[in-house]
């Protein structure tokens, strides 16, 4: 089954300990991507990659490091978590950067 | 920057009728859109999209209309079922510039239906 598979689904951390939310798809797309949603201001774009070894910035990059090394992972760093990073996080996955995204099914990050 | 929003933000349809989710976009540069649908509990799910170059595309029950003159996205659900109860998004393709390009996201509309 084509997917995009996050782990963890849900996390309650404090600040300053660093984290990994990993992400994985198998559809052997290009193309990847981190979001934020919060209530009120909808999904927000983190940092996005085009492919191996290429990523970029999003909307909301501060406080956060992506890594590309291999097509199908896309691991989503925060080195000193704040309370402000709390938030449900999904990552996606396209074909290439003008197709639809696949999205996961979600991450909820909790911050104390 | 310029971003992406709804009119509505709350939609209420009785079972059976049509619905119709409003989009407006202010980058006349966009030239791909998307909806998504987004179930309480998962990720965004891809619908429909449409291509600048296109007014209208129809799918399963749904249809997109484009109308880039005064740069409105909609989506309409025809015969609104229970199971379409959702938040739906629309999104639009910016070229952020190298041949990249990010998706930018609208607030978001909850479409709910009476039964």
């Known amino acids: 089954e084509a997917q995009v598979t996050q782990n963890p689904r849900y996390l309650i951390t404090v600040t300053g300990k660093k984290l990994t939310v990993t992400c994985s798809q198998n559809m052997n797309h290009e193309y990847m991507s981190w979001y934020r949603q919060d209530p009120g201001l909808g999904l927000r774009q983190i940092y996005y990659s085009m492919n191996v070894e290429v990523t970029d910035k999003g909307d909301v990059p501060e406080g956060y490091k992506v890594s590309r090394k291999e097509k199908r992972n896309f691991p989503l760093i925060l080195e000193s978590p704040s309370p402000n990073q709390t938030s449900l996080y999904f990552c996606?996955?396209?074909?290439?950067?003008?197709?639809?995204?696949?999205f996961g099914d979600g991450t909820r990050l909790s911050i104390l | 920057g310029e971003s992406v929003g709804l009119h509505l933000p709350t939609l209420s349809v009785q079972e059976g009728d049509n619905s119709i989710i409003n989009c407006a976009y202010s980058n006349s540069a966009s030239d791909y859109f998307i909806w998504y649908k987004q179930e309480s509990g998962k990720g965004p799910q891809f619908i429909i999209d449409i291509r600048s170059n296109m007014d209208k595309r129809q799918g399963q029950r749904v249809t997109v209309l484009l109308n880039k003159t005064v740069k409105h996205l909609s989506l309409q659900i025809a015969a609104t079922q229970p199971g379409d109860s959702a938040v739906y998004f629309c999104a639009e393709n910016t070229n952020s510039g190298a041949g990249s390009y990010q998706l930018t996201f609208g607030k978001g509309t909850k479409l709910s239906v009476i039964p």
């Open positions: 996606a996955s396209s074909r290439g950067s003008q197709g639809p995204q696949h």
